[in-house]
């Protein structure tokens, strides 16, 4: 093959491979999207309760990398740690439950009273490879479950590493009368 040949080729290999959708690397191969480092598993406690009773939602974080990170800072005030996720939790028709005012402070970032302050004590944690850090939420706090009926609850955390919104399971949650 002749120099020119390899010229080309070297040249509109990255252009082909760009416009099919991948990068070129070595020897053509394309470039892997990125995974998040960690797995988020939910689950309620209890996972039928009567209408009124505090619901905490355990959520386990798994280190899928192979190098440790430091998690999300568990906080002295559990208020803290509502704001290190968005909570999802939808009726039977798949609408979003009735959000408290905590609820509606977190997603929106604005008090419908005088300004919360929130105090505690922030721990970092390095969560080794493998290894499950397990935090809880009161989803009481954040959502209105007065009302009898089954939902679904899924929970999202941005991983600041991969910038990707790295979602939980999806379980089911009885409220009774």
Known sequence: MNRFALFLGAVTAPILASAQGGQAGPAGARAQAPTPDYSLTIRAIPAEAKAGTAINLSIAWKNLSDRSFRVAQEYKNPKRVDEAYR???RDEKGNLAPETAW???????????????????????????GEVFTQSILLNRLYDLSQPGKYTVQVEHLDPQTKLAVKSNVIELSVTK
């Open 103 to 129: 609820g509606r402070e977190i997603r929106t970032g604005k008090s419908e009273g005088p300004p919360t302050l929130q105090t505690g004590a922030a721990y970092r944690y390095d969560l080794e490879p």
């Open 87 to 89: 909570t999802y939790v």
